[in-house]
C-alpha cells in the first residue's frame, strides 16, 4: 500500500492514512486494482493509523475516524466473496523499560485503532510488520478482547549470523509460540530487511516447528534500491511469480509487501489458479 500510495501522488514522509478522507477516490482505485489482479484480500490503508504514529502528523486525535473511513473504502472495493483486513503496524517505540512507552498508553491506542476497525467491518485484525512480542502480544489479546473474529500476527524479520529475527531479536520460533498461545488465528512474515522471497520458506519451516497455525507469507519484491530519492524493487512480476509459487506448499496465504504491485499479484495468482 505505501508504494502504491507513492506511486500514486503521496509525498515521502506524508501521510498515507489521510487518503482514506482526502483523496478516498485515488485510494479506492489501488483496492480495487489489487483486486481485479485477483487478491482476496484487502488490506486497510490503517497501517499507521495509531496515535503515536498519526502524532508525528500532529493528527493524534484522528485515529479512529481515519481507520473507520479506510475500512470502508477497502470494503467497496472488496465486494463479494473478498475480505478485508484492518491491517495494524508497530507504534514506532518500545514499552517500558526498553523504551518510553507505558504499556497503558500503548493499550488505549490499541483499542482505539482496533475497535474503530471493527466498528467499520474489517473482518479480520493483521498486525503487520512487528518486531517486539511483548507489543504483538497485547495487540492480539486486544483483538480477541474486542471481539476480532480472526487476528493474524505478522512479523519482519532480518538475516543475522544466528539466524532471523526482528530487530527486537525474536525468532521466528519464538514469535510462532507466542501468537499461538496469545490467541492468534494465524502466523507471518511481511517484508524485511536483506530478505529475498526465496528466505521466506526457511522462515515458514520454522514457524511450522514451534506451532500449527496457518501460515502468511508477503515477501518485498526485492529489496529496495535508492534512485533519485525514490525506492525501487527490481523483481518484475515474471521474476517474483515463480518464486511465490515455490512458497504456496508452506503457506495456506501468500501476499506482497512493498514494491508488490497490482501487476505481481495477477502474475502469480495466474499460477497458481
Known amino acids: 500500500?505505501?508504494?502504491?500510495?507513492?506511486?500514486?501522488?503521496?509525498?515521502?514522509?506524508?501521510?498515507?492514512?489521510?487518503?482514506?478522507?482526502?483523496?478516498?477516490?485515488?485510494?479506492?482505485?489501488?483496492?480495487?486494482?489489487?483486486a481485479e489482479a485477483g487478491s482476496q484480500l484487502l488490506l486497510s490503508c490503517t497501517f499507521g493509523a495509531n496515535r503515536f504514529i498519526l502524532g508525528r502528523h500532529g493528527l493524534a486525535g484522528r485515529a479512529a475516524e481515519l481507520s473507520r473511513a479506510a475500512v470502508?473504502?477497502?470494503?467497496?472495493?472488496a465486494g463479494d466473496g473478498r475480505w478485508v483486513l484492518g491491517d495494524c503496524g508497530p507504534c514506532g517505540g518500545f514499552l517500558e523499560p526498553t523504551g518510553q512507552i507505558a504499556p497503558a498508553e500503548l493499550e488505549a491506542s490499541?483499542?482505539?485503532?482496533?475497535?474503530?476497525?471493527?466498528?467499520a467491518g474489517a473482518d479480520a485484525i493483521m498486525f503487520e510488520t512487528m518486531s517486539a512480542l511483548d507489543e504483538l502480544e497485547m495487540g492480539i489479546r486486544v483483538a480477541r478482547e474486542l471481539g476480532a473474529p480472526c487476528v493474524i500476527a505478522s512479523l519482519a524479520f532480518e538475516r543475522r549470523r544466528s539466524g532471523f529475527r526482528t530487530m527486537a531479536g525474536a525468532t521466528p520460533e519464538q514469535a510462532a509460540k507466542m501468537a499461538a498461545e496469545a490467541g492468534a488465528d494465524a502466523i507471518g512474515a511481511n517484508c524485511g530487511t536483506g530478505l529475498e522471497p526465496p528466505d521466506f520458506a526457511d522462515i515458514a519451516r520454522a514457524f511450522r516447528s514451534a506451532c500449527a497455525l496457518p501460515i502468511i507469507l508477503q515477501p518485498n519484491a526485492g529489496q529496495p534500491e535508492l534512485v533519485g530519492g525514490q525506492a525501487v524493487y527490481r523483481l518484475t512480476p515474471e521474476r517474483l511469480a515463480p518464486m511465490m509459487t515455490a512458497l504456496a506448499p508452506l503457506a495456506q496465504v501468500l501476499g506482497g509487501c512493498c514494491g508488490t504491485g497490482p501487476a505481481h499479484i495477477a502474475a502469480f495468482a495466474k499460477q497458481l489458479a
Open 110 to 119: 490499541l483499542r482505539e485503532q482496533i475497535a474503530a476497525l471493527l466498528e
Open 72 to 77: 470502508c473504502v477497502a470494503r467497496q472495493a
Open 1 to 34: 500500500m505505501g508504494t502504491e500510495l507513492q506511486r500514486a501522488g503521496l509525498e515521502p514522509g506524508g501521510c498515507g492514512e489521510l487518503w482514506s478522507v482526502e483523496r478516498p477516490q485515488k485510494l479506492l482505485a489501488i483496492h480495487r486494482a489489487y
